[in-house]
């Protein structure tokens, strides 16, 4: 079944370490996107993505990196993880056409203790 | 640029009842997407109803319906028959244009058995 696959479910690791979240989608989308969820849930774009070889940051700064050398996989990497990394990261992806809005994948929790 | 708003942080309501979540826009673009998002306590974020700006009349599924007023810029949510499995948090959102989503700050939304 197509769909979009975020793994970890769930991540807790110390300050300093390097961590990559990964996102994969099976629906052939050109275009894909790192959501930031907050605390009080408002979501922040953070990266996003309209091909490969071609990444852009969003409307919310972050520390983080994206990479796009395939269509299909969109991995979010955090250089050294800070406590203030703490958050939910949600991946999505999209078609061309606006019509069917953005496929969220089901989160990555991030704890940095 | 797009803007939306929820002005209902929470919302609560007996099972079986009527509730309406309220969205306000604002867009300069002519021709535009709506669309209310479901996020379950840590489940995936689901698309529940799509608007196409360019049509009058309201979308359906089922029991969720939409009041699009274009010329006031409101799009409410109304979800008949509340279930417990409609707990969630609702984020409405808007697309124009070569635009990507943007979104509101979302309600969450409460079913009292």
């Known amino acids: 079944e197509a769909d979009i696959y975020q793994t970890p479910r769930y991540l807790v690791i110390g300050t300093g370490k390097k961590i990559t979240l990964e996102c994969s989608q099976t629906?052939?989308?050109?275009?894909m996107y790192w959501y930031q969820q907050d605390p009080g849930m408002e979501l922040h774009l953070i990266h996003y993505s309209y091909g490969v070889n071609s990444t852009e940051k969003g409307d919310l700064s972050s520390e983080s990196t994206v990479s796009r050398i395939r269509t299909e996989h969109f991995p979010l990497t955090l250089e050294s993880a800070r406590p203030s990394h703490t958050s939910q990261y949600l991946c999505?992806?999209?078609?061309?056409?606006?019509?069917?809005?953005?496929?969220f994948g089901s989160g990555t929790r991030l704890t940095v203790v | 640029a797009q803007t939306v708003t929820q002005s209902q942080p929470e919302m609560s309501v007996q099972e079986a009842e009527t509730v309406t979540l309220s969205c306000t826009y604002d867009?300069?673009?002519?021709?535009?997407?709506l669309f209310w998002y479901k996020q379950p306590p840590s489940r995936q974020m689901i698309l529940v109803i799509r608007q196409e700006a360019y049509k009058q009349q309201n979308a359906t599924e089922n029991r969720f319906s939409v009041n699009f007023q274009k010329a006031a810029k409101s799009f409410s949510l109304k979800i008949s028959d509340s279930q417990l499995g409609d707990a969630a948090m609702y984020f409405c959102?808007?697309?124009?244009?070569?635009?990507?989503?943007?979104f509101g700050q979302g309600t969450r939304l409460t079913i009292n058995p």
């Open positions: 629906m052939g989308h050109d275009k």
């Open positions: 999505a992806s999209s078609r061309a056409d606006r019509l069917y809005g953005y496929t």
């Open positions: 959102a808007a697309q124009g244009g070569a635009q990507k989503l943007v």
């Open positions: 867009t300069s673009e002519s021709d535009y997407y």
